[in-house]
């Protein structure tokens, strides 16, 4: 039987009752909201928090806006209510495509954005969607709030930006009209942990020219979860076939997956580029389709 060492808990009335709990006991407190990853690490004792901070009743974390030119995404916003808001679809369908292949409906009722995200497990999907479209991490703590660009904010597996006495609050994602988006996946069955997948987001300009481009790749060791070299090379190129596969190549080259239980490097190497492809090739119909 797996039972988790002894902790104690506390249910957090605001954002600052929880930043204060976390300024008290330092890195020995756990925030938890959906739980799926914190505690079966507790139970095997993988995790041993003194203190853990319910943060559920914060319902000023919750929920999806659209204001001042940007998506606003709360941190305690479940991967269902994500999944079904219109909005999130409508300026970025790469959330969807996202939510749609994240574990089962049971977890995407409980889970949290922002859980995912400070998880910062390697074959978490949202982390390498949200840094190819850009986002901004906002975080609170005693000094107050500050921002953390995406691509700043995993610093390897499972370590993030966030100092102890901080919480994620929110993710801001800004509006680019007209770009198109996308993610593809590829697991062993439905659900499950990503074997690989990529993240695309593209913006065209005349000519069919990519002006910017956003790739993020999932479980083929990218510390960031980003592919700034196949970006580099997309960027200018008209948004054909030749391209993708140019993109695609130089995802390859530069990512770092390990073999695993999920397949040996170079199958997921070659993932990496395919996926890269396929990402770019449905992002690029998507913004020819917003240009209409």
């Not at 969807?96 to 910062?120: F, K």
């Not at 969607?129 to 975080?139: G, H, N």
């Not at 609170?140 to 691509?151: F, K, L, Y």
Request: charged share 25%; hydrophobic share 45%.
């Amino acid at each position: 039987m797996q039972v988790p060492a002894f902790f104690e808990y506390q249910r957090a009335t605001s954002v600052e009752h929880v930043v204060a709990l976390l300024e008290r006991f330092g890195p020995e407190a756990r925030i938890v909201a959906g739980g799926h990853s914190l505690i079966p690490m507790m139970k095997l004792r993988l995790a041993q928090p003194e203190l853990l901070v319910d943060v559920n009743d914060l319902a000023e974390l919750a929920g999806v806006h659209v204001g001042d030119g940007e998506l606003r995404i709360g941190a305690l916003t479940r991967h269902a209510e994500l999944l079904a808001s219109a909005s999130a679809g409508e300026h970025f369908p790469i959330l969807h495509d996202a939510e749609r292949v994240i574990a089962d409906p049971l977890v995407r009722n409980r889970g949290t954005v922002g859980g995912s995200v400070c998880q910062a497990d390697p074959s978490e999907d949202l982390s390498g969607v949200f840094t190819a479209l850009r986002a901004v991490a906002v975080l609170r703590g005693p000094a107050g709030e500050r921002t953390v660009p995406m691509r700043e904010f995993f610093h390897g597996p499972y370590e993030t930006a966030v100092q102890p006495a901080e919480m994620l609050v929110e993710l801001r994602v800004p509006l680019r009209p007209g770009a198109g988006s996308a993610y593809v996946k590829v697991d062993r069955r439905a659900g499950d942990w990503a074997v690989a997948a990529a993240a695309a987001v593209v913006e065209l300009g005349p000519g069919g020219v990519v002006t910017e481009a956003g790739i993020g790749l999932t479980a083929v060791g990218d510390a960031d979860f980003t592919a700034v070299e196949a970006e580099d090379v997309l960027r200018g190129r008209v948004a054909d076939d030749d391209a993708f596969a140019a993109a695609g190549a130089a995802a390859a080259q530069h990512c770092r997956p390990v073999a695993d239980q999920r397949g040996p490097v170079d199958y997921k190497r070659h993932l990496a580029g395919e996926l890269t492809a396929r990402a770019l090739r449905a992002a690029a119909a998507r913004a020819r389709v917003g240009q209409v």
